[in-house]
């Protein structure tokens, strides 16, 4: 028996009506045994009541689809982790617990049917099922334990949600939204640590597995995610989850269906979002292609940069900008200049940056050579030159930067008169 039967046992002293009859009085069991099931219509709950585990269906989902997952016990729509995400139930008749062969598994009694389990070649495969056991932590993490050690811990297997204290490592940092709001099969999007940034701070979206739809950068505060969850604060040690010191409020973090990458953070009860990226349409990655600048406040959010013109023109009057714009000229040699341009440039790095005395050093550099397609000086008299083609230019971005960009002067024709913020319009 649970530690919350022992406990109820204790009440039958002073009051011997109540009997310990696991259906009744035992609902609030924070642990399973290797035998013991979680039926349909019984859960787990965490020792401070914060996290329940069982059978749900989604609010809103149609039809009789019963999935296994963890949710908040003061708020029961809200799903953190979910069990057969791909394989509901569409009937009553299932459960949960350890298999015979020391599985985790959610199982259709009638038709025999596993919807889910996990088993891993773990290092006891000759243990004893008996010293199995499944919790459920307060952290909202169910662990399975054989005798100390864990086997398995869904902490480490997340699903669209990030909870405080869960790993931020590149391994395990990936969330796969669910596929719709009241569908929580494999979605179109996942986010996880960018595998070619070695400082693992940075983020990407992937859409449908193989396209980067959003990519953080430093103001996107994402990047330092981990401090959100104050994610290993001296004195807190992850595997004492009875220990509640390091968090002092609810916050969780979801890939959501829409693709947008959330922050929740809780207050008397109530969520309010308090981050969501990307936070408009000039957020997702490369959104106006090439040399397109992106304004998320117009109604055509995308336009060439002046002296430049659609590469697939069709597409770009219809909306899909993916392709973005080329020089009608290419620009090299005596007959260039430079348009001036306030821009944000997320996400993209310059090829080669230089110290110099002034501007007009910079403006030089990047004329005699042929390649360079653009440059941003600061008064720190930094030099940087672009080599290859701008991507996410964002205008009226508040961390907007100075930037000149290389086009031929047949190109710009009456548009040139000194400097300009986009104070143009392209049609
Ligand atoms: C759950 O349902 C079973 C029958 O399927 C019933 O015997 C049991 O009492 C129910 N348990 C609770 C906690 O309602
Ligand atoms: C399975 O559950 C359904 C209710 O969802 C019930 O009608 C049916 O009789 C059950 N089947 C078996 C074999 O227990
Ligand atoms: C363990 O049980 C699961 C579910 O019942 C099954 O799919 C899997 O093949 C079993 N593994 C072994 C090694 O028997
Ligand atoms: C392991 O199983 C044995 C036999 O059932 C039991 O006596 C023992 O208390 C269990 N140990 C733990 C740590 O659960
Ligand atoms: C688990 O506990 C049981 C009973 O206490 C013991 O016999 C067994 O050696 C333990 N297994 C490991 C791997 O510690
Ligand atoms: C996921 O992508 C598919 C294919 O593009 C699309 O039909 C579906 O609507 C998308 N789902 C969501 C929730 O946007
Ligand atoms: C996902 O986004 C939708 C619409 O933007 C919102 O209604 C919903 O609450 C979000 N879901 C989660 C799990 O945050
Ligand atoms: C918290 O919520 C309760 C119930 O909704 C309300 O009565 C109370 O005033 C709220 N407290 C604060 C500090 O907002
Ligand atoms: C951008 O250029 C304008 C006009 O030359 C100048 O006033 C401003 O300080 C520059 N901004 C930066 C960040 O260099």
Redesign the pocket.
């Given at each position: 028996m649970s530690t919350n039967c022992m406990l109820t046992s204790m009440f039958i002293l002073y009051i011997p009506v109540l009997l310990c009859s696991f259906h009744v009085y035992c609902a609030d069991r924070i642990s399973l045994r290797y035998g013991e099931l979680i039926r349909d219509n019984e859960t787990l709950v965490s020792p401070g009541g914060e996290f329940e585990f069982g059978f749900f269906s989604p609010s809103g989902s149609s039809g009789y689809k019963r999935y296994v997952g963890i949710w908040y016990k003061w708020d029961k729509r809200t799903v953190v982790w979910v069990a057969n995400r791909d394989d509901p139930l569409v009937n009553s008749n299932g459960t949960f617990g350890i298999g015979t062969n020391g599985t985790l598994q959610v199982l259709d009694t009638s038709s025999r049917k596993v919807h889910w389990y996990w088993k891993d070649d773990y290092w006891c495969d000759s243990c004893t099922n008996a010293n199995m056991t499944v919790n459920l932590k307060e952290s909202g993490n169910l662990v399975l334990y054989y005798n100390e050690t864990r086997l398995w811990e869904s902490f480490e297997n997340p699903t669209d949600t990030f909870l405080p204290r869960m790993s931020m490592m590149s391994s395990t940092m990936i969330l796969t939204s669910w596929r719709d709001r009241d569908d929580p099969g494999i979605g179109n999007y996942t986010i996880k640590k960018d595998p070619l940034d070695v400082g693992d701070l940075n983020t990407l979206i992937i859409y449908q597995g193989n396209t980067i739809y959003w990519k953080s950068m430093k103001d996107d505060r994402l990047s330092t995610i981990s401090d959100y969850f104050s994610m290993n604060p001296s004195g807190c040690k992850r595997r004492s989850d009875y220990d509640k010191s390091c968090i002092d409020y609810n916050v969780r973090l979801v890939m959501n269906f829409s693709g947008m990458i959330e922050v929740w953070k809780e207050k008397n009860r109530t969520w309010s979002l308090i981050q969501a990226e990307p936070r408009n349409i000039c957020g997702v990655y490369k959104f106006c292609g090439k040399f397109g600048s992106c304004n998320p406040n117009n109604k055509l959010p995308c336009k060439c940069l002046p002296g430049f013109m659609p590469d697939v023109p069709e597409k770009w009057h219809s909306g899909d900008f993916t392709n973005g714009c080329s020089e009608n000229n290419k620009a090299c040699g005596d007959r260039n200049t430079f348009l001036?341009l306030?821009m944000m440039i997320r996400e993209d790095k310059p090829q080669e940056s230089y110290m110099v005395n002034d501007e007009n050093e910079c403006k030089e550099t990047c004329l005699k050579n042929c390649e360079c397609k653009s440059y941003s000086?600061?008064?720190q008299d930094s030099c940087q030159i672009w080599t290859q083609d701008l991507l996410n230019l964002q205008e009226e971005h508040p961390y907007g930067?100075?930037l000149s960009v290389r086009v031929a002067i047949s190109d710009i024709g009456n548009l040139l008169s000194g400097?300009f913020y986009f104070l143009y319009e392209f049609a």
């Open positions: 001036s306030k000086y600061d008064e930067q100075n400097r």
